[in-house]
């Protein structure tokens, strides 16, 4: 029998209205994904994970002093091969080894400027000597020794300014004769500077002798 020829009442649409809401709830329930709020979570989360158990808590505090031995391993063997760079950075600068020496000695360049500042007598070389003897003679309360210290000064001077100026000139001619095409840039300064030291404190130690040919 249909719903027309039901007696007594008819039923109120709202009901009819209501009982189908609630079988669409009921059918988008089931459909709904499972709430996975009672599973236990991502053990990287900050917050609720579960207390560790004492042996894995035992094995990341091993993990711990692993790492912090290996990092105190990793800095004394940075400092030993620190060490060990120095060392034979200074077996280079009294050998002339090119693999070690610093960077500002490196290349052929370098090392033709030195061997022709140490292959010459330079007169700035004996400017501390020189220096000591006319700090002393100026010392003395004698007018005579004062104003031969103070001539000896002018002369040694000018006596370094026109050397350094020739070993310049000599040095800038053969660098261009013997490395056209290479970077020369800064090398007769740094012969002038190795002029200025005296030959047994030059670093790298000359490896030539005086009025050898470079």
């Not at 989360?45 to 790492?67: D, F, H, I, L």
């Given at each position: 029998?249909?719903?027309?020829?039901?007696?007594?009442?008819?039923?109120?649409?709202?009901?009819?209205?209501?009982?189908?809401?609630?079988?669409?709830?009921?059918?988008?329930?089931?459909?709904?994904?499972?709430?996975?709020?009672?599973?236990?979570?991502?053990?990287?989360?900050?917050?609720?994970?579960?207390?560790?158990?004492?042996?894995?808590?035992?094995?990341?505090?091993?993990?711990?002093?692993?790492?912090?031995?290996?990092?105190?391993?990793?800095a004394?063997?940075?400092?030993?091969?620190?060490?060990?760079?120095?060392?034979?950075?200074?077996?280079?600068?009294?050998?002339?080894?090119?693999?070690?020496?610093?960077?500002?000695?490196?290349?052929p360049?370098?090392?033709?400027?030195?061997?022709?500042?140490?292959?010459?007598?330079?007169?700035?070389?004996?400017?501390?000597?020189?220096?000591?003897?006319?700090?002393?003679?100026?010392?003395?309360?004698?007018?005579?020794?004062?104003?031969?210290?103070?001539?000896?000064?002018?002369?040694?001077?000018?006596?370094?300014?026109?050397?350094?100026?020739?070993?310049?000139?000599?040095?800038?001619?053969?660098?261009?004769?013997?490395?056209?095409?290479?970077?020369?840039r800064?090398?007769?300064?740094?012969?002038?500077?190795?002029?200025?030291?005296?030959?047994?404190?030059?670093?790298?130690?000359?490896?030539?002798?005086?009025?050898?040919?470079?």
């Amino acid at each position: 029998m249909g719903l027309g020829s039901m007696p007594g009442k008819p039923l109120p649409l709202g009901f009819v209205f209501r009982s189908r809401a609630k079988d669409e709830k009921a059918q988008a329930a089931d459909k709904a994904p499972v709430n996975f709020s009672k599973q236990p979570r991502d053990p990287q989360a900050p917050k609720g994970r579960p207390t560790p158990k004492r042996s894995e808590a035992q094995s990341q505090r091993r993990s711990v002093a692993n790492t912090s031995m290996t990092r105190k391993e990793a800095a004394k063997r940075q400092r030993e091969e620190r060490r060990s760079a120095l060392e034979r950075q200074r077996q280079a600068l009294a050998s002339g080894d090119e693999r070690y020496l610093p960077a500002r000695d490196k290349g052929p360049v370098r090392r033709f400027a030195r061997d022709f500042v140490d292959s010459r007598f330079n007169i700035a070389e004996f400017f501390l000597p020189m220096a000591v003897v006319i700090l002393v003679l100026s010392m003395v309360r004698v007018a005579a020794l004062q104003n031969i210290a103070l001539l000896l000064w002018l002369v040694v001077i000018v006596l370094i300014v026109l050397d350094s100026f020739v070993t310049a000139f000599r040095l800038k001619k053969q660098l261009n004769e013997r490395f056209a095409g290479e970077n020369r840039r800064g090398a007769v300064a740094y012969a002038l500077m190795r002029s200025l030291q005296m030959r047994r404190l030059r670093l790298p130690k000359p490896q030539v002798k005086r009025g050898e040919r470079p």
